[in-house]
């Protein structure tokens, strides 16, 4: 349930007439004196103002005063002698602090319903116990205490009980049993807590014990939402704006080469692959159409792990050969049934299968000019024959082999299969 102000609709406005005798303004350094009821030199300033009730001539009375542990404020109240129409109404002599305020005090003793609160215009003011809210710029300013909280609050509801009891007597009666729980807060009945929440932290709430803490009362400074910002009329900070980072695993990047076989200007395509439960790879791959060369190349795209890794992988199935293999340029091979290593960055960087990894280690071996022609001796051809036929057997799943990846870089792979 919301409660607004039982002030009629109006502000005073600007002077109307020459303005009337003045009473004596305070020196310039004590332009904002504290709030006292002793001290005689504290006068008000009267302008002659033109009222919005009856439109004659009224008295606006301004009051620079200083809230002791808390800051300066303007009271303005406004009294016309023709319609005793009146008003009321306090600001901010400050600027909108950089932080929002939250007042929650416990009301335990009639000494409570005595502090003084200011709560501007901007503030919301809540009773949890009664589910029961001011909203926000729904009431003027003002310098009053608890007490005159709540008892603003019941005049406001008050106001026009008579039409509804008229139009929705349903709904009267309804507001008139919370008029009473209202009153049996003003009597402390019961504890109660009033909250008050300011965004723009020129609300405040004494504490009467000041400086020493006071355990009934608890303030929260916070930061202001975009929301409450707009709410203020302040430009809320527009958030930095974080440059936008390319996404390459969907794209092919291409840039220009020479191929490394003829020398004859290539393209490379270069693609950005994440290996799942392992890491990115770089993936690139050239093509000349000058000779018909083609190559391609795995980089890790990650950094050199802590640990090296090694990998031990017993062939036994054909089944075993589809699993996928990243070899880096830093991992060597070997597969100790045919006495075979393959040493660092040979066949560079590869992501393949398993059977591709070995049809690769046979045309090297094979194909390897240095072991082929007139040069070559026939215990040698013998032995490539013999390695190339057990590796075809490896390849056709007819013999058991283990195979050997070691990397000190911890940037090569081997597929695991999924286990249901």
């Given at each position: 349930m919301?409660?607004?102000?039982?002030?009629?609709?109006?502000?005073?406005?600007?002077?109307a007439?020459?303005?009337?005798?003045?009473?004596?303004?305070?020196?310039?350094?004590?332009l904002f004196?504290?709030?006292s009821?002793?001290?005689?030199e504290?006068q008000p300033?009267?302008?002659?103002?033109?009222c919005m009730n009856?439109?004659?001539n009224?008295?606006t009375r301004?009051?620079l005063t200083?809230?002791?542990?808390?800051?300066?404020?303007?009271v303005?109240?406004?009294?016309?002698?023709?319609c005793?129409?009146?008003n009321?109404?306090?600001h901010?002599a400050?600027?909108?602090q950089?932080?929002?305020?939250?007042?929650?005090?416990t009301?335990?003793?009639?000494?409570d319903?005595n502090?003084?609160?200011v709560?501007?215009d901007?503030?919301?003011?809540?009773?949890p116990?009664l589910?029961?809210?001011?909203?926000?710029f729904?009431q003027?300013?003002?310098?009053?205490?608890?007490e005159?909280l709540i008892?603003?609050?019941?005049?406001?509801?008050?106001?026009?009980?008579?039409?509804?009891?008229?139009?929705?007597?349903?709904?009267a009666?309804?507001?008139?049993e919370?008029i009473?729980?209202?009153?049996?807060l003003?009597r402390v009945a019961s504890?109660f807590?009033?909250?008050?929440?300011?965004?723009?932290?020129?609300s405040?709430?004494?504490?009467?014990?000041?400086p020493q803490k006071?355990?009934?009362?608890?303030v929260?400074?916070?930061?202001?939402?975009v929301?409450?910002q707009?709410?203020?009329g302040?430009q809320?900070?527009?958030p930095?704006?974080?440059p936008?980072?390319?996404?390459?695993?969907?794209?092919?990047?291409q840039?220009?080469t020479?191929c490394p076989e003829?020398?004859?200007p290539?393209?490379?395509n270069?693609?950005l692959v994440?290996?799942p439960?392992f890491?990115?790879?770089?993936i690139?791959?050239t093509n000349?159409?000058?000779?018909g060369h083609?190559?391609n190349e795995?980089?890790?795209?990650?950094?050199?792990?802590p640990?090296?890794t090694?990998?031990t992988?017993?062939?036994?199935?054909?089944?075993d050969l589809?699993?996928?293999?990243?070899?880096?340029?830093?991992c060597?091979?070997?597969i100790?049934?045919?006495?075979?290593?393959?040493?660092m960055a040979v066949?560079?960087?590869?992501?393949?299968?398993l059977?591709?990894l070995l049809?690769?280690i046979r045309d090297?071996?094979?194909k390897?000019?240095?072991?082929?022609?007139?040069?070559s001796?026939p215990g040698?051809?013998?032995?490539?024959r013999?390695f190339?036929?057990k590796?075809?057997?490896?390849?056709?799943?007819k013999?058991?082999?283990?195979?050997v990846?070691?990397?000190?870089?911890g940037?090569?792979?081997l597929?695991?299969?999924?286990?249901?």
């Amino acid at each position: 349930m919301a409660a607004s102000g039982a002030v009629a609709p109006g502000t005073p406005a600007a002077p109307a007439a020459p303005p009337p005798s003045r009473a004596q303004a305070p020196a310039p350094e004590h332009l904002f004196r504290p709030l006292s009821a002793e001290d005689e030199e504290q006068q008000p300033t009267e302008i002659e103002s033109l009222c919005m009730n009856c439109y004659r001539n009224g008295t606006t009375r301004l009051l620079l005063t200083k809230i002791p542990f808390f800051r300066e404020i303007i009271v303005s109240s406004f009294s016309c002698e023709h319609c005793g129409w009146s008003n009321t109404e306090i600001h901010s002599a400050g600027r909108v602090q950089d932080q929002g305020v939250r007042y929650a005090l416990t009301v335990r003793t009639q000494e409570d319903m005595n502090r003084e609160v200011v709560k501007t215009d901007s503030a919301t003011t809540r009773i949890p116990e009664l589910d029961f809210e001011i909203p926000a710029f729904s009431q003027k300013g003002a310098l009053t205490t608890v007490e005159g909280l709540i008892s603003r609050a019941i005049s406001g509801l008050e106001q026009d009980q008579p039409t509804r009891r008229a139009n929705e007597e349903a709904v009267a009666e309804r507001i008139d049993e919370f008029i009473i729980r209202l009153k049996e807060l003003r009597r402390v009945a019961s504890p109660f807590t009033l909250i008050i929440d300011d965004p723009s932290g020129n609300s405040f709430v004494e504490n009467p014990r000041a400086p020493q803490k006071d355990d009934a009362l608890a303030v929260t400074h916070y930061e202001r939402t975009v929301q409450q910002q707009e709410l203020l009329g302040l430009q809320a900070e527009a958030p930095e704006e974080k440059p936008e980072e390319e996404d390459l695993r969907n794209e092919v990047l291409q840039f220009h080469t020479n191929c490394p076989e003829c020398n004859a200007p290539a393209q490379t395509n270069m693609k950005l692959v994440q290996i799942p439960h392992f890491k990115e790879v770089i993936i690139m791959a050239t093509n000349c159409d000058s000779c018909g060369h083609r190559t391609n190349e795995v980089k890790s795209g990650g950094a050199v792990e802590p640990l090296g890794t090694r990998i031990t992988f017993h062939i036994t199935h054909p089944s075993d050969l589809t699993r996928d293999v990243l070899k880096s340029e830093t991992c060597s091979v070997e597969i100790p049934e045919l006495e075979f290593e393959l040493g660092m960055a040979v066949l560079g960087g590869k992501f393949t299968t398993l059977e591709g990894l070995l049809k690769d280690i046979r045309d090297l071996v094979t194909k390897n000019p240095f072991t082929l022609g007139d040069s070559s001796s026939p215990g040698q051809r013998e032995k490539l024959r013999e390695f190339s036929q057990k590796l075809d057997e490896i390849l056709e799943g007819k013999l058991t082999a283990h195979l050997v990846m070691d990397d000190p870089a911890g940037n090569s792979y081997l597929q695991e299969p999924l286990r249901m």
